[in-house]
């Protein structure tokens, strides 16, 4: 029986993105009879998982909490890839594929050590580009020793990698620029849905209905609220909204949950709802509780990270308004297939406009849901990615 490993800092049963996917992955691969091997910092007593479908999850030990913190999540990082060092060196079959995901950005090392010790191959997951990403986040500064340093590491990792998977056109295009030399390494894997949510009247829906949103025009966030994500913008579109009957729902956590939380104290806000992520089995009923989607990223990010959160919202079958640079993938994707509206960063009076319209314009917002939900039917379907990682893989 053939085998693969997936060396993931977050997997089952964390309700980050990155651990979704790698689960949607594994258990993807598992009913397709193969054996999966997994490496994971995420910890837990379930072993449900474990138990069926010919999973194997090996959980590195660490004292430390990974928390949104940088030092939390540099520390708890250090624990998992010396784990999974372990784990690659004297654990891993030499001859299965290793897909590395870049949580952390630096876990490439272990691919690298996996190539010298063991001669095996590895394939590398690069789920934002880095050391750009910690530039953007402020986390360190351009052409400093740091910067250099990963950059050198990260083009090494890419260079002995079999390939290393990309999530859009645009992040394969900045990588072949800067790596030109190695250009013909980097493969385009977009991300899925982790749900194939079923389209719901948000009238009847019990999530709705729960927190007093099937009556009124709903705008929703849902996802990591971190700091590549423009979430002061649509603060602000809150705050110039506030004597609406508009009302703001933001799911998740993350770097810039506190902004949220501050405007809410500070304006005395009431058409804010902040919750926290809510279960795997909820989520279908979460995404389809309003009337349109948000999508955010800070300016020049287009090119380093692919935010997942927009593929659930295709799912959902609900209308995106995106807030990113003009002619970003993003803005081409929606208005190609015309499921949303691209409002530029850090412009809260125009994302606030196109909000107080689309509540006025029923049809239009009907119109660009089912839209979205074709696009994800013809494009992002669980089913296509696996396809394309077992192509790729074996």
Not at 105 to 122: M, Q, S, V
Not at 269 to 284: A, G, H, K, V, Y
Request: charged letters at 20%; a positive charge.
């Amino acid at each position: 029986m053939q085998q693969i490993t997936i060396l993931s800092q977050y997997f089952y049963p964390s309700v980050a993105s990155t651990a979704q996917l790698m689960t949607d992955l594994a258990i993807g691969f598992s009913k397709r009879g193969y054996t999966v091997n997994v490496c994971t910092g995420s910890q837990s007593n379930d072993t449900k998982l474990e138990l069926s479908n010919q999973i194997k999850i090996n959980r590195t030990v660490s004292p430390i909490k990974s928390r949104t913190s940088i030092l939390s999540k540099i520390s708890s990082s250090i624990f998992f890839i010396l784990g999974a060092l372990i784990f690659v060196i004297f654990k891993q079959p030499r001859n299965a594929p290793l897909l590395i995901a870049s949580n952390p950005p630096y876990a490439g090392i272990l691919g690298i050590c996996f190539k010298l010790f063991r001669n095996g191959e590895y394939y590398f997951l690069l789920q934002d580009i880095f050391p750009e990403s910690g530039v953007m986040s402020g986390i360190m500064q351009p052409d400093s020793i740091l910067f250099n340093f990963f950059s050198q590491l990260i083009y090494l990792t890419c260079k002995y990698s079999q390939n290393t998977i990309v999530l859009s056109s645009a992040m394969q295009a900045f990588l072949e620029q800067k790596y030109s030399n190695i250009k013909f390494k980097f493969q385009i894997i977009e991300n899925w849905s982790i749900e194939d949510i079923p389209v719901c009247d948000k009238q009847h829906n019990k999530f709705a209905k729960q927190y007093n949103l099937n009556e009124t025009f709903t705008v929703l966030y849902s996802g990591n609220m971190g700091r590549l994500h423009d979430i002061e913008t649509i603060v602000e579109a809150a705050r110039l909204l506030r004597d609406t009957s508009i009302k703001f729902v933001f799911i998740g956590d993350g770097a810039k949950t506190k902004i949220i939380e501050k405007a809410i104290q500070n304006y005395k806000l009431q058409n804010i709802l902040l919750l926290p992520f809510q279960p795997r089995e909820l989520i279908s009923l979460s995404l389809t509780a309003c009337d349109i989607s948000l999508v955010s990223l800070i300016p020049g990010s287009e090119y380093i990270i692919a935010p997942s959160k927009l593929y659930g919202m295709l799912a959902a079958g609900r209308g995106i308004i995106a807030i990113s640079s003009p002619n970003s993938y993003i803005d081409q994707l929606i208005t190609n297939f015309d499921c949303g509206v691209n409002s530029p960063p850090n412009n809260a009076l125009n994302l606030a406009n196109i909000i107080r319209e689309l509540e006025h314009e029923p049809l239009k917002v009907k119109a660009m849901g089912e839209n979205a939900r074709q696009l994800y039917e013809n494009r992002y379907r669980f089913e296509r990615a696996l396809d394309e990682y077992e192509k790729l893989l074996f």
